[in-house]
């Protein structure tokens, strides 16, 4: 489905079969020179045939396009490198274009879940069915790189490059300032909560998605366009309303590691969790796996204040108040 926003600015929203997600908004910026296209969606059939349906009806031409990545998640990337075999330019984050343009290493994620307690018996068989690694984009691809505070010209629009970590390292947001425009990649989504997540040793991804909220709480926006679900206004208050939701996070995670010590997946069993099912051992693999992540983030960011500790017990990382 195409929709017209602005003039010259349109979503094509694709749909993401199975995903609580629903479909990933696909923007397209034409020029009389050069068009642009924000994100692409999962490296899968449906994807394409919707996406490409939407380019072709709005005359958009891959060798006159520049394609914009706000972030690595393969829903946002998935079909970089078939697009990219068409012509188009790709333009993303330094941090997430490296891990789109370099052999990358599952088993770095895997032994860190391993020892944040994921079972054994279950590493392999969460990483083939996640659909980030079953649909992640494929095939070679150059990419130029995108820095904080680049400008990006697009007929009448001017797109401010603002680095916005946190749902990802390289996460990048545009901002429009004459017509009060932000395309906020999952940086900012209505209706649910942006996945915060630490998948691999020495980040902190929930202290920067703290700092890119208070960053673009600064901001004078008139309408947010999110990677997924609806548009909407008052970023203010959407903003303080995901603040308020990670400190209330935090301190239900410090009263478990005080209550309950032990591994993140241990940890993230004890959470609260948005989910039909409410037995830990009926969730989903795939939702263990992003449960135990946010659960880390939480962790983290809880050490990082000298709140609690952790310790190796040989086997697994245990956290302790």
Request: hydrophobic share 35%; with cysteine; proline share 5%.
């Amino acid at each position: 489905m195409i929709e017209q926003i602005r003039p010259n600015l349109f979503r094509i929203t694709v749909p993401l079969p199975h995903s609580p997600l629903k479909y990933l908004n696909a923007y397209v910026l034409r020029g009389e020179e050069r068009n642009c296209l924000i994100d692409t969606g999962l490296n899968r059939n449906t994807c394409l045939q919707a996406l490409n349906q939407g380019l072709a009806e709005l005359g958009v031409d891959m060798e006159r396009t520049d394609i914009l990545v706000t972030h690595i998640h393969s829903d946002h990337s998935g079909l970089v490198p078939t697009l990219y075999a068409q012509g188009a330019s790709i333009w993303m984050g330094g941090a997430d274009a490296e891990i789109l343009t370099q052999p990358f290493d599952w088993s770095k994620i895997q032994d860190f879940a391993r020892i944040n307690g994921l079972p054994e018996q279950e590493l392999e068989q969460a990483k083939d069915s996640n659909p980030g690694f079953k649909f992640r984009p494929r095939g070679e691809v150059e990419t130029q790189e995108l820095k904080d505070g680049d400008i990006v010209r697009c007929g009448e629009f001017q797109l401010r490059c603002l680095l916005t970590p946190g749902h990802s390292s390289g996460h990048i947001s545009f901002y429009e300032p004459d017509q009060g425009l932000l395309f906020a990649g999952d940086t900012l989504l209505q209706e649910i909560t942006p996945n915060i997540s630490q998948w691999l040793p020495g980040e902190n991804p929930l202290h920067d998605y703290l700092e890119s909220l208070s960053r673009l709480h600064e901001f004078d926006i008139s309408l947010v366009l999110p990677g997924h679900r609806r548009l909407f206004s008052e970023h203010r208050e959407r903003i303080e309303q995901l603040q308020e939701h990670h400190h209330k996070r935090l301190e239900e995670v410090l009263t478990i590691v005080r209550d309950h010590p032990g591994h993140a997946f241990h940890i993230a069993s004890h959470m609260t969790w948005d989910l039909d099912t409410k037995e830990w051992e009926s969730f989903p693999l795939a939702q263990k796996w992003f449960a135990t992540g946010e659960a880390l983030a939480h962790l983290n960011f809880l050490q990082s204040r000298g709140e609690i500790r952790k310790e190796f017990d040989g086997r697994h990382d245990i956290w302790f108040s």
